[in-house]
């Protein structure tokens, strides 16, 4: 292959690799949950249903100054819906967190006391609450792990159990989900 096929072929990859780039975007939750734009995307929501999700939050982080790649699976979860058509009045959102992922509810008093680290997860917490998201704390996992009401992260609810909510969710016609 001649020099100039050579140039030509490496100008011809760049420029394809630009034309499918995808733009990062924030629809709904503007700090996490970041989403390729999806144009070319043939399967897409239906924006006329009205989305009813209930998410079984159980995996936690090792690193707990890492936030919990779970919980930004629902800022993803809403970005796309909204993102592909969804208006975000349509979306119903329940996540019950209890298990591994126990710990991203502490406030960062508690949690820098335990584990030497701000939590990162309070940011996301508050921006999913100021979303509309209901967000339901497994009370089974606080008394295994002796946390308080008090000691959660604000807004946060408190459940008889993460397994009563999915239940009781997913008998009222939520699709139910877990991360």
């Given at each position: 292959?001649?020099?100039?096929?050579?140039?030509?072929?490496?100008?011809?990859?760049?420029?394809?690799?630009?034309?499918?780039?995808?733009?990062?975007?924030?629809?709904?939750?503007?700090?996490?949950?970041?989403?390729?734009?999806?144009?070319?995307?043939?399967?897409?929501?239906?924006?006329?249903?009205?989305?009813?999700?209930?998410?079984?939050?159980?995996?936690?982080?090792?690193?707990?100054?890492?936030?919990?790649?779970?919980?930004?699976?629902?800022?993803?979860?809403?970005?796309?819906?909204?993102?592909?058509?969804?208006?975000?009045?349509?979306?119903?959102?329940?996540?019950?967190?209890?298990?591994?992922?126990?710990?991203?509810?502490?406030?960062?008093?508690?949690?820098?006391?335990?584990?030497?680290?701000?939590?990162?997860?309070?940011?996301?917490?508050?921006?999913?609450?100021?979303?509309?998201?209901?967000?339901?704390?497994?009370?089974?996992?606080?008394?295994?792990?002796?946390i308080a009401p008090s000691e959660l992260v604000k807004g946060l609810?408190?459940?008889?159990?993460?397994?009563?909510?999915?239940?009781?969710?997913?008998?009222?016609?939520?699709?139910?989900?877990?991360?």
């Amino acid at each position: 292959m001649k020099s100039t096929q050579k140039w030509g072929l490496l100008v011809a990859l760049i420029a394809t690799n630009f034309l499918y780039a995808q733009e990062l975007v924030n629809p709904v939750i503007k700090n996490f949950g970041t989403i390729g734009q999806a144009d070319l995307a043939t399967e897409k929501p239906d924006p006329n249903l009205t989305y009813n999700i209930v998410v079984d939050l159980a995996t936690g982080e090792d690193n707990k100054s890492n936030l919990l790649f779970s919980l930004n699976n629902v800022a993803r979860l809403i970005n796309l819906h909204v993102m592909g058509g969804v208006p975000k009045e349509n979306l119903n959102i329940v996540v019950a967190v209890h298990g591994g992922a126990i710990w991203s509810v502490l406030n960062n008093e508690l949690y820098y006391k335990k584990f030497k680290t701000a939590n990162p997860n309070i940011p996301l917490y508050k921006e999913l609450l100021d979303s509309g998201v209901k967000i339901v704390v497994c009370s089974q996992s606080m008394f295994k792990r002796n946390i308080a009401p008090s000691e959660l992260v604000k807004g946060l609810e408190v459940a008889t159990s993460a397994l009563t909510t999915l239940t009781t969710y997913q008998i009222k016609g939520y699709a139910v989900l877990k991360f």
